[in-house]
């Protein structure tokens, strides 16, 4: 069991999300695992975990610039502080956390109560605490989504904010921009422009088709164009489509990857990626048989960043009738998996050779011919002009509001 | 109190008398409804033999049963074992729980025993026991064309009537009560039929609550490719499980000396959609619709049935598969059972059976007559009699459905310590180990499975609590269906204070099975899982480590704090 915690906590780590020294990791099965002994939290964890009936409890403090976003979230939201919650509105949240409770300190009944009733909480000034019902992989998934939302909802609202104090003649808070431009040159770390270099030539074998899928499914994790087990990735060859599992991690797919008929005459595709029906609309509508699907940061924040008036805007991820653009990327809404309001219809719907497509508050698709490496490309590229986009909007507004200049997400001196 | 009709109606045969009396509150808060509610309900009686007047046998339906919660439209059946001999819930779908409800009742508690064949008759609050000698030796599609019209209904066929220990009580003649000879009970009290119809409404403490609970489910239905993905059991029903199962080379086969059947594939999802042109039907209220009918009416056996009266007994023809659920469903009886024993004597015996032969095995079976009679007594007594008790997949007498556990070593640890015997559903690990959800665990290793099953197993004991369909629960969880059970009731439940109902209800099984003799040493497995490799291939199929799998036991015990 303590490999299984150290797993997870070597990639929280890789990921930039939280140090192992700054993490707290419990596993309980017969017998309590840790990976610390010592700590003015375990006691407390100890606790909670003793009032919960689950298998493991993770307790970390982020990192930059998650830290200083959540704490900027917690002080600054109207809708929360201590005893309330934060309500994020990206399509991870929305569909499989709802909203995070918000505790004020390390008082393990608050913290048991709210974690009885969502899966991360956040501690004020202190962390995210997060649980696993049945393994520990839940609770690194958990505190990954809270991170990711956390991210989303706090560059986002601040766009807005600063907009909606142009648009009205506002008087804006200057302490507010001052923290705003320190996280956002704390935000550079999670950028990665690295270029990756992936097969070029179509596979040959189903064993080169495994391999590719591998290979780039590495490659999206590690530019962090994804977290935790989200995203799905998948190669069309010989009448079959070659998809990651649902649920699994897409820098791990040794062992799961589905091959599932095109004709539909096996049903062992019902492990695949709830987005199997979208992989495959998208090919036959298209031919493109490499298709990438990942959670780019600032394209999920742009897309939700949107002018149109006169909209019910609490239905904007699901139904969306109006023409939008990130740069050249179309935005579509649709909810995860098949059904009426479904993105396997509204993706494919739009998806051309050569452009990707956005969905609202959710994430990317990309797809080319016979190699990963130009939807990888462009996935990188509609991330660089999605962010470039969004640190134009800033500085335009900035420039309006303060005449102050916002050098995007420059590194600190 | 809201979510309850805060009546129920009280049954005595041998008085025939009918009571209405005021649902108990203490024991619903302590225990919620359906299941537990029953189970609780039981209380000391659970030591009667299955066929004393007194033993109870009680409908039961939850908070959440009538509302527009989905997957809510389902009830418990309630009393002992003829079987097993355990304390034994049923949880079973159709439409009769949200009648029964809307009619004004939260359970139906029956006791005694009738001289003569009866039917219970309920409209709203018009109830009465009904003679029905006219009805003996009807078997369920006759029955639902007599008296099924504009009613929902609960009946047993000719096996309950008869007595065939694993005869199930069928719900509007498709949905069964299977497991553990319920059927039985009600026959052995001369209770034919219950037929029920109610128009009343279900108060809601916050319906806009409500409707926020729900979307919140329904997205994650829609999410979830195990439900409504291209190839979930909304499309295919369960039998979208055939070709999985057989893939990862855990389908019982052969009286699971084996773990693969190469046909299979005769009788998948796909074929069985293909060829029969299905269309989609379910309980009340349900978004999902798992079952399935043919075009020209047939009822399409779930996965366990196809598995059972396919690879179990070496049968690879769709048609006699789907036949051979027909006549279960005709007579009322468990089609996991009827396969499982069928294919015991077909290992002792040394025969393979034909179709023939197998589809007239399960008449006589039915009718109790030939050889049927020695079978209807379960695969565990069948093979007592022939000296070969190893050779019954069982445990704790009730027959073992088609995972084989040598492919799911979480599997392998919830038949063990299931109280009702050898079931899949009380844990439902399937969920992690096979179908990935909600979290994929390696289903080779027994590490953190111990814990695991304790959770799975108070989790579904409030699903079949509140009632809630398991399949649900491969994509929503408690978290979802606290805020439901919340906007319902009024109450202020979370998913702690509801495992912590699950557990209580789980433990009180627990000693109601030791009142009859359960002891530790009926939580295991037939050896044959230990000793006899599966059919490996492109996945190895070890025997089970029996070290581990009893280690794994000792943590589970230690777990729950029976050690």
Redesign the interface.
Known sequence: MLNVINKYLDKLEAQGLSKKEDSTFLAVDADLFCNRQTGDDIACLYEVLRMMNVSSLLFASPSEPYRSIIRQIVERDSECGAGNIIVPMDCETRTFFHDFPVVDDLNPVAMAHALSRRKAVIISNLGIVTHGAFTPEQAYISFSSACFSMFIKYFHDSLVYFDNCARNGTRIDTDYVKAFIDIARLSVVVMRRERVALRSEPPRTEDDVAAMLMEAGRAIVTRRLVDSHFGNISYIFKDHIFISRTGSSLDELEHDIDKVPLDGSSSVGITASSELSAHKNIYLKTGLNAIMHAHPKFSVIMSMFCKEAGCDRSICHKLCAKKRFVGNTPVVSGEIGTGPTGLAGTVPAVMEEGRGVIIYGHGVFAAERDSFQKPFDMLAQIEENSRQQYANAISDLLKHLLDSPFDGFAESG | MNGYAGKYLKVDLSAGKVTVAATPAGLCESYIGGRGLGVALMGDRITHTYDYPKMPIIFSTGPLVGTDVPTSGRMSVVSRSPLTGTVTDSSVGGCFGTELKRAGFDYIEITGASKEWVVIDIENDSVSIVTAGNLAGVNIFDLHKLIGAGHSFAAIGRAGERGVLYSSIMIDGRYAAGRGGLGAVMGAKKLKAIRVKGDGMISVADPECLAEATE?IM??L?????I?????IAE?GT??????IH?RRMEPTDNFRRTYFPEA?RY???QIKTRYMTEKTGCAGCPILCKKTGLRGEVIPEFESASHFGALNGCADLQTIVEANRICNDFGLDTISAASTIACYAEISGIRLTSSKLLSMLIEIGNREGLGSALSEGSFRYACSRGRPELSMSVKKLELPAYDPRGAYGMALAYATSNRGGCHMRAYPVG?E????????DRFSF??K???IK??E?INAVADSLSACRFTFLAA?L?EY?RALNAVTGGDH????L??IG?SIWNLERRMNAANGFAMSDDDLPARFFTEEGSSGSAKIPPIDREEFLRAL???Y??RGYK
């Open positions: 919140d997205r994650l829609r999410a979830s490719p195990a409504f993905g291209e190839f979930g295919f039998a979208a499980l055939v070709d999985l893939a594939t998948s999802g796909h992690c096979i179908l990935r959800k909600p979290v994929a665990v590490e953190g111990a814990r695991m959770i799975s108070d969880g978290e606290s979370d998913v702690q204070s495992m912590k557990e000792d943590n589970y230690r777990i």
